[in-house]
């Protein structure tokens, strides 16, 4: 990353965490190093008007930073700023838009537009925040923001943001899901071929290596952050069944579930279990729950996933999934078609009568396999015979003619 030449930016985060501030200081930033009437022309500062209510016409932070911006309550109403001119826009409160804008950051990528933005990816109630799974699928760049949790005498990164009376405060995970362990949640994704499995095998011989040198007793069953319990789709046995195997050889057990019980009645008797590790969730039956729920009793879970399947649509649970983490690591590969930008797509593809053809849009979603039906490619050469037309495309062709 950065993909050339149009991405997406996501700067998201709890209450208090910065996300303004940030935004205002990379408008700054640009403004300070280019001229005005070429700023004007190429970058669009938008905001949506519920994002600070206080402050009309301006982005603005906790501490007291704003900038001029357009206010915009819908799509439709941003995409009517938008010029052939367009090379940037800064768009704050992105959670707050309709469900029309994840088709129109699609599109504005699509004519190498750069994107930057600003988010809340949960609600107070800890649910995903409007249509931020979707935008959070399509985003290139993650930038998580950490708040300082309020709780008297704590002062812990505050990943979440709870109401109090009549305002919102930021809270750590360990004070927000009220654990004695401090639960922690880390996304690796990317297209095949990325190396997602690799991070999870290094992760978990990491700690074995660790409790090699520092070997621990569990006589009481006391739950041990080194201790781990790695869980793969029962139905993936490309490479082994009880294994977790990279696509270069690599390997670490693990235990192969069909249902998230498993998994629960695994952990109640093993309570000396203190990290817990799923490779591909995607192919997972409901796993957001169970993600939910492992946080709530505390447990560290690192997660290998697809976040788009081979449509480059969300793949299953997994857009939910990356809104309650507080890492994301974004991989790519190499694009085996252009072999010029970097792949954060993923290809599926038939063969006939000895031709690689892409895949239907209407084929199974569910298909496991490697090289033989998979290749990894940039966003540019993706393509998906019978795939719905995105709606904004012509509408954003028409401005660059016009």
Avoid at 341 to 361: H, L, M
Wanted: net charge neutral; proline share 5%; glycine share 6%.
């Amino acid at each position: 990353m950065p993909l050339n030449p149009g991405w997406i930016e996501l700067i998201y985060g709890c209450v208090k965490s910065g996300k303004s501030r940030a935004l205002i200081d990379k408008i700054n930033s640009i403004k300070n190093a280019i001229d005005e009437e070429k700023f004007e022309k190429e970058f669009l500062v938008v905001k949506h008007p519920l994002d600070d209510k206080e402050t009309q016409g301006k982005i603005s932070s906790f501490d007291g930073k704003n900038i001029d911006a357009i206010e915009c309550e819908t799509a439709k109403d941003l995409v009517e700023h938008v010029t052939k001119h367009t090379k940037f826009i800064f768009l704050s409160g992105v959670h707050l838009f309709d469900r029309d804008i994840v088709p129109l950051l699609k599109a504005l990528v699509d004519i190498n537009v750069i994107i930057v933005t600003t988010g809340i990816n949960l609600t107070a109630k800890g649910e995903p925040y409007n249509y931020m799974p979707q935008i959070m699928t399509i985003t290139d760049v993650y930038d998580i923001r950490a708040g300082e949790c309020f709780t008297s005498g704590c002062g812990e990164n505050a990943y979440r943001s709870i109401k109090v009376n009549d305002h919102f405060e930021p809270r750590c995970m360990k004070c927000y899901y009220k654990t004695e362990k401090t639960p922690d949640l880390v996304v690796v994704t990317g297209p095949m071929f990325s190396q997602k499995t690799l991070e999870l095998i290094a992760k978990t011989k990491e700690k074995e290596r660790k409790l090699e040198l520092n070997p621990v007793k569990n006589e009481d069953g006391f739950m041990n952050k080194d201790i781990s319990a790695i869980f793969k789709w029962s139905e993936d046995k490309r490479y082994d069944l009880e294994k977790i195997v990279s696509h270069d050889g690599n390997s670490i057990n693990a235990i192969p579930i069909e249902s998230n019980s498993q998994v629960i009645n695994y952990l109640k008797i093993n309570k000396q279990v203190g990290f817990v590790g799923f490779d591909e969730i995607q192919f997972f039956k409901d796993p957001y729950p169970l993600i939910k729920e492992l946080l709530e009793r505390g447990y560290p879970i690192y997660i290998t996933c697809l976040k788009e399947d081979f449509r480059g649509e969300g793949f299953g649970d997994v857009p939910k999934i990356l809104t309650l983490a507080n890492i994301i690591i974004s991989k790519e590969a190499y694009c085996t078609r252009c072999q010029k930008q970097p792949a954060t797509k993923t290809q599926r593809f038939i063969i006939k009568n000895g031709i690689k053809t892409p895949a239907n849009y209407n084929d199974p979603v569910i298909l496991v396999g490697g090289k033989e039906s998979y290749t990894s490619v940039c966003r540019s050469c993706h393509w998906v015979p019978e795939k719905s037309e995105n709606k904004y495309d012509n509408i954003l062709k028409l401005k660059q003619i016009n």
